[in-house]
């Protein structure tokens, strides 16, 4: 497995994979790998013949408040796992060579950016949207692997790969979970004991609703009753929101068909996000 630094290198080490006509695919990552982040590496591998993951925690998508210092670190412990995961090439680029001084381009995003964790996170999905085009850029990437687990993000970045014509194909990975129900993040390392146990009721919540909307209850009278155990329960909800898969717009009231439920609860200073499939009745 190379572990390269260095934009020539990187360019040196895909310009010979294509060279010898392998196809290349990528898995953008913050690092504090877990099981989660293996499941891309083995999709990406089952996608192309070599795989490259990047780690690079990002300061452009995280706001001003945000917990960017906080953020966890594993270098060693990364590298080790990718290693077992049969990764070819690590890219792990410094700030300084991913935004070099004068740099002053960003890439903005409508649609699928708007609302949720992009009224949340001011500036979060151009950042994102920013080093993600730079690093498909920068890998010249076959195929790209992406979590469900962050679906709003997987659906900017389709957009963004549509609208500025990059040749890029984006494949989206199930979200994995935790045995208990929560779904793998590098943030729950953060979790307290006591909130580490609380954390999986968000996903038990939403399957409930799930299952209650499909027998043909009103949407917002579960997802109201939904918020309001939550709080109860000492998670701060940020929303628990019916949306159309692609577009994030609001479901419309009364259709039927494959919506999407997606969440945001904080725990302590923990953000959590979840989402899944909806399969509504309509009526
Ligand atoms: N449980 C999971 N299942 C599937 N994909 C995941 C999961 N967790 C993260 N990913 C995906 O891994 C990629 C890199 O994500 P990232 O490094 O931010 O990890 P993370 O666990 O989402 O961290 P965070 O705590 O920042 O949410 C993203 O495409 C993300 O959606
Ligand atoms: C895609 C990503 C690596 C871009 O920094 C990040 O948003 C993430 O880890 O999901
Ligand atoms: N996992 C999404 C990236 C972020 O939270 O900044």
């Not at 934009?7 to 913050?30: D, I, K, N, Q």
Request: one cysteine or more; charged letters at 25%; proline letters at 6%.
């Amino acid at each position: 497995m190379q572990v390269i630094r260095d934009l020539a290198g990187l360019r040196e080490a895909t310009a010979s994979l294509r060279a010898s006509g392998r196809r290349l695919g990528f898995v953008p990552t913050m690092g504090a790998l877990h099981r989660g982040h293996l499941a891309l590496v083995e999709e990406a591998r089952r996608q192309a013949d070599a795989v490259a993951v990047s780690i690079f925690v990002n300061p452009l998508q995280f706001g001003p408040n945000e917990d960017l210092s906080r953020y966890p670190r594993d270098e060693a412990g990364d590298l080790e796992k990718l290693r077992g995961a049969g990764c070819d090439l690590v890219w792990l680029p410094s700030v300084e060579a991913m935004y070099p001084p004068g740099a002053a381009t960003v890439i903005v995003v409508g649609g699928p950016s708007e609302g949720f964790e992009g009224s949340a996170r001011p500036g979060h999905f151009r950042g994102m949207s920013t080093v993600c085009t730079k690093l498909f850029n920068q890998t010249r990437a076959d195929v790209a692997v992406f979590g469900e687990k962050d679906w709003q993000q997987l659906q900017v970045v389709r957009r963004v790969v549509a609208d500025l014509d990059l040749p890029v194909r984006i494949i989206g990975h199930e979200t994995v979970r935790e045995e208990d129900g929560l779904a793998f993040s590098s943030r729950n390392q953060r979790l307290s004991p006591a909130q580490r146990a609380l954390a999986p009721m968000l996903a038990r919540v939403m399957r409930e609703a799930i299952t209650a909307m499909g027998r043909g209850a009103e949407p917002d009278a579960v997802l109201g009753q939904a918020l309001a155990e939550l709080l109860q329960a000492g998670f701060a909800p940020d929303y628990l929101a019916l949306v159309e898969p692609a577009t994030l717009r609001p479901w419309p009231s009364g259709a039927g068909g494959e919506a999407r439920l997606l969440a945001a609860a904080g725990l302590g200073d923990v953000r959590l996000l979840d989402n899944m499939a909806a399969i509504l009745p309509g009526r």
